[in-house]
């Protein structure tokens, strides 16, 4: 059992092995994450669970140079008490695409993150949405299903088919991946939290 | 301080028929009248018609209109469309063909299913696909997408054919008008008027022009046509209805479904169909480019034509002003004070091969093309030489450089075909804004393109002659 945690902080991170989560080495997660099995995680993406845990789902694809970050509401400071720590729940079939940033808390299926996009904190994405190339989208809203938010304006159109699950895509990469890159190693089961 | 290198910061003045100032990138040279030339003071011409996705040539309007006289009514939706590509309704987008497979059953034994491709249209911006406005997919990758056909086509043909024909006879009156009036004097002649002038109804401009002197050939066309369409096309006048369809009673009521309402901007680029419901969305087939060609006014020759090819980005004929007229750039200013005399670097770019002489002279008071000027100037008054523009010279090692003696106080440095020098500057105006100073370049230009004439001997083959632009430059606020 490795120890992974490189906050002070209690961390503990949990890599479902059996179907097998790819995730890269030089891939910065920290905090308490928890991956589901088949997603794919590529080099310097990065994953920081500050203010709360993330979870997950299974079949999820997230890119070079993406960003899921649970942090802190802007007006909070770290360390003020009483904060409840949210919890970031992503469901599956998602695709972060390379750069985009997502602090979203609420994550649905089937949903496409295209590159450079930017969700707020008070976005909840439900399923079948694709929120286009260098979109901001921070208004407090339920994006309804199979919405699509493209353009510099973030025009929005409603589409009557969601994206196709990438399952050739992870194949591939769920193959490829370990050939080139060092891979986290998995913990299995739960750990002891383990303190510093 | 790329800022610095930006294209308007210096400006030089066009005389045309209006005094534009604009940067030398954009202008053109004729260098048959000798001046510079903006897009304002040519004419534009339509060179040929590609689509910008498939890049394919189409023919120009008036070659498709000369040989296929008869469909001209049925051609006119398909003249200036390509034929095999779409733009997205709903992002103007281009569409891309997508494969999907289907199982469909085999046409000999109906009980076995095979897979077969079956295409549809998608854009990959917006995600808009073609089963969105429920066209079927078809078997075929491309060619079987239809418009949808309007119904008032036929009536708007008609209509068409009729002013046509108005406009070509109404035409024909006005020219036979202007000859009887002319006759002692021009006989031949054609009146510029008519031929400028776009034809009436979008017949579309001609691209020849006549000279004064030439045969009236288009009038002998002309009579020929009428002699083809003699007969007279009738049309019946729109009928004015007393009774309009009257509002759906939950039109008050209904809740408005959003994303099925569509943009203006969506509904009028069909405007024959103008849907209010983004299920109606229909592609279109995309819009065709132009390639123009620029000529100037005065003597009719050519300064820009581009290649025939979509795919060649080479012009036939280039006569932008950058490559005869050498270029003021500036390099560096100093923090500039309200009447105190500051040192500001420029660099000058001859851009012929051979040695260009260049002398600079300050606006004189009450020039009247000197407006724009917040400070006063002072220019070297030596005469500055220029090397010629040699595109070997940085490999030839042993070439010597050439000595051109020049002042330290004038000139800054010196590198192949570019020189820098100062200029002082006394700003005048206190106020918010650009320092603006304006002065005249004058410098020798050797005629190329002038006809050889019979020479005596030792005669040099091109004469100078000695052009003078008035530049002006934008060099920045005060910094107090």
Known sequence: ILDLSTTPTISRMEIHSRSGAVVCVESEIRGDVTIGPRTVVHPKARIIAEAGPIIIGEGNLIEEQALIINSYPENILPDTEGVEPKTMTIGINNVFEVGCVSQALKIGDNNVIESKADLGKNVILTSGCIVGACCQVNTCEVIPENTVIYGSNCMRRVQTERPQPQTLQLDFLMKILPNYHHMKKTVKGTSTPVRN | ?480
Request: proline share 8%.
């Open chain 2, 1 to 480: 301080m790329a800022s610095l290198l930006q294209p308007d910061r210096v400006l030089y003045l066009v005389h045309g028929e209006k005094k534009i100032r604009s940067p030398l990138s954009t202008l053109y040279f004729c260098r048959y009248c000798s001046e510079l030339r903006s897009l304002e003071c040519v004419s534009h011409e339509v060179d040929s018609h590609y689509c910008p996705s498939c890049l394919e040539n189409m023919p120009s309007a008036e070659a498709k209109l000369k040989k296929n006289r008869k469909r001209i009514c049925n051609q006119l939706n398909e003249n200036f469309r390509c034929a095999n590509c779409f733009d997205c309704p709903c992002c103007m987008h281009t569409l891309s063909t997508r494969a999907t497979n289907i199982p469909a059953p085999l046409p000999d034994d109906p009980s076995k299913t095979a897979m077969k491709k079956a295409y549809y249209l998608a854009c990959g911006f917006c995600r808009w696909t073609s089963r969105d406005v429920g066209m079927a997919d078809k078997s075929v990758a491309s060619g079987g997408w239809q418009e949808p056909d309007n119904p008032h086509t036929q009536r708007i043909n008609k209509l068409i054919e009729y002013y046509q024909q108005l406009a070509q006879r109404e035409k024909l009156e006005r020219d036979r008008k202007k000859l009887a009036r002319r006759r002692p004097y021009m006989p031949l002649a054609f009146s510029q008027h008519t031929i400028h002038v776009v034809e009436k109804y979008g017949l579309g401009t001609r691209l020849q022009r006549q000279r004064p002197g030439a045969p009236i050939t288009s009038l002998a066309g002309l009579s020929l046509k009428e002699g083809e369409d003699q007969k007279e096309i009738n049309i019946e006048p729109a009928q004015a209805l007393d009774e309009v369809e009257p509002l759906p009673e939950d039109c008050y009521t209904r809740p408005i479904n959003l994303p099925e309402v569509t943009s203006l901007r969506q509904r009028l680029l069909q405007p024959d169909f103008q849907p209010a419901g983004a299920s109606q969305l229909h592609p279109k087939h995309k819009h065709l480019l132009i390639k123009r060609s620029l000529r100037c006014r005065k003597c009719e020759h050519n300064l820009s034509k581009p290649e025939f090819n979509p795919t060649s980005i080479k012009f036939k004929i280039q006569l932008v002003a950058v490559s005869y007229i050498p270029e003021v750039r500036i390099m560096s200013i100093p923090n500039l004070r309200f009447q105190k005399e500051c040192q500001v670097l420029l660099t000058l770019t001859n851009p012929v091969e051979n040695i260009t002489h260049v002398t600079l002279v300050g606006c004189e008071e009450g020039d009247p093309e000197d407006i724009n000027s917040t400070a006063k100037v002072m220019v070297p008054t030596k005469e500055l030489v220029l090397a010629g523009k040699d595109a070997a010279a940085e490999y030839d090692e042993l070439a010597e450089p050439q000595d051109f003696q020049d002042d330290p106080d004038v000139v800054a440095f010196r590198k192949s075909n570019k020189i820098g020098f100062f200029i002082k500057v006394v700003p005048q105006r206190e106020e918010d804004g650009d320092v603006t100073v304006s002065f005249k370049i004058r410098h020798d230009f050797r005629n190329l393109a002038a006809p050889i004439r019979p020479s005596e001997e030792g005669d040099a083959p091109a004469e100078a002659i000695w052009l003078t632009h008035h530049v002006e430059l934008s060099l920045g606020p005060i910094i107090a």
